[in-house]
Every structure is written in C-alpha cells, then in structure tokens.
C-alpha cells in the first residue's frame, strides 16, 4: 500500500471566511504530535519511488496547494525544525504574484511564493511540483486549453526547478477523470493527486469546516499512477479490480493523544488511514 498523504493550504494569516486555512498553532502541534510518534516525511521522489512497492514504516507524504507566500514563513521553518520536508504544487503564472480567487473568503489578495523563495527552499530539501499554469478546473476545459494548460505549467517548473518538478501535478479542486489523466500522461507528468475517482490513495485535507471553530473536515483526494488503484478507506483495488484490505495499526493514536481534543482535526482521519493499513 502506498504512503498516506496530507494536504495543505493555508497555515496562519487572519482568520477567513474561507476553509482552506489552518491555524499555525495548530499545524505546528499536528506535526509536532506526529515527530514524536515516531513519523518521517517523503520527499516527492522517495513518494513517487514507493508506489506500488514497499515503503519504509511511519512515512507519508506531506503536501501544500497553491503555493501561498506564506508558508516560507509559517510552515516551512516548522518542518524543517522536525527534520521534515514538504512537497508543494504552485500555479506558475502566479508565482511571484498576488492570486484573484481568494478576495471572496479574504477580502484581501493573497500573494504566492516567487522564484527565488522556491529555490532557496528546494535547494534546502523541499519539493515542489504543479498545480496548473492558472488554477483552472481541468475537467471543464476541452483537450486543447486542458493540454496547454498542463504542458505550459510543467515546462515553466521544468526550466526553472529542474526535471524533478515536472514530475506530479497536483489537479486544480481535485477534479481529475480519465481524459484529464491521459492528457497529463502525454503532457509528461508521472504522479497525479486529485479526487476521489481518478484511482491512487487518498490524499487527506487538513482544512478547517466553514463554521465557527477549528473543526476540520476531510475532502477526499485519490493519487493516480498508471495501472493501479486505491480506495478510499483502506480499501485495495488491483490491477483487476479485487478488493484487498488492510488491517489495524493503533500506534498512531499516540500522534492525537499529544495535541488538544478541541481541535477537532485532521489527524483523526489519518489516524484512521494508519489502522487500516497494516503497513504503516
């Protein structure tokens, strides 16, 4: 079974209408929490390496969308303080500037991280990879804009970052089908995370609900790679299709029991993607 995966947003900032933002106090407790149990990260390639095979114990992939300038500040310096690394898909043509989308929930634009921020914290031991050229839905573009879209994304990380950030892509609100898929294939991507229904393993947000409080919702998120698929919940589909599931691994209770219940957050979900594979 494939590592589990954490996606991110936000960390920090003032509070939104949104629900893409995690406060950095309790982001910091939720990898803290989970240092001490005893939980490393993958870097992309390590990730990418580990499908379908073994991979080591204890390990996940740690992502951000988007690419938010203020993670060089809130959440990056965290990591790198645990010894862990993050892998985060940005929107090309926006890095460098202040992003359009989020002025509804913010009342204000939100800048992204530029270049040169990029660089300093690949060449620290962080990934990075795309979220599209423009942050459009993919699934409502047809073939050619979709195409353009994916192509032009990965050459502008190809040239800048080198080969290994064209390597995933991280599909704009997750929406990924199977023509979406193919395009990314011939457009030279290896490693797709969307939703649910592209195949692959679950790739669990750590978003806050849109109600008051701290209470953290779980959109459902699926890793595509050529000829396997993963369900959610645990649930194994093989290349024919069969149904194989895992077992329990209550070890990682100990991650929750060392943050505060209020939060309410989203290492539950993990928790419970950790019982239901015995691998981990």
């Known amino acids: 079974m494939s590592p589990p995966v954490l996606c991110y947003h936000r960390i920090g900032g003032a509070l939104e209408l949104g629900v893409t933002r995690v406060a950095q106090s309790v982001f910091t407790r939720q990898m803290e929490s989970l240092a001490r149990a005893g939980w490393r990260t993958l870097n992309l390639a390590g990730f990418a390496n580990s499908q379908p095979t073994a991979h080591p114990p204890r390990t996940f992939l740690l992502t951000f969308d988007d690419g938010y300038a203020s993670l060089a500040e809130r959440a ?18 926006f890095v460098g500037r202040d992003n359009t989308w989020d002025v509804q929930y913010t009342w204000r634009r939100l800048p992204h991280l530029d270049w040169p921020e990029i660089e300093r914290w690949q060449a620290r031991g962080f990934s990075f990879g795309s979220h599209g050229a423009r942050h459009r839905r ?8 979709a195409a353009e879209e994916l192509g032009r994304a990965r050459e502008a990380l190809v040239a800048r970052l080198g080969a ?14 199977e023509r979406v898929q193919r395009l990314a294939g011939h457009a030279g991507y290896e490693l797709g995370l969307g939703r649910r229904g592209g195949g692959g393993a679950p790739r669990l947000a750590a978003e806050p ?13 699926s890793v595509w790679t050529p000829g396997r698929q993963l369900g959610i919940g645990g649930t194994i589909r093989g290349a024919g299709g069969e ?6 691994e209550p ?18 979900m993990f928790h419970q993607r950790m019982r239901e594979d015995p691998a981990q």
């Open 209 to 221: 609900a849109p109600r008051a409080g701290l209470h953290v919702g779980c959109r459902r998120h």
């Open 251 to 268: 070890d990682a209770q100990a991650a929750l029991n060392e943050k505060s219940r209020g939060d309410g957050n989203q290492l539950r």
């Open 138 to 145: 993919l699934t409502w573009l047809d073939d050619g804009a």
């Open 76 to 93: 990056y310096p965290v990591l790198e303080g645990l010894g862990f690394t993050a892998t985060t898909f940005v929107i090309t043509d």
């Open 164 to 177: 290994d950030a064209g390597r995933a892509i991280a599909y704009p609100f997750g929406a990924v089908d």
């Open 243 to 248: 149904p194989v599931r895992g077992g329990d």
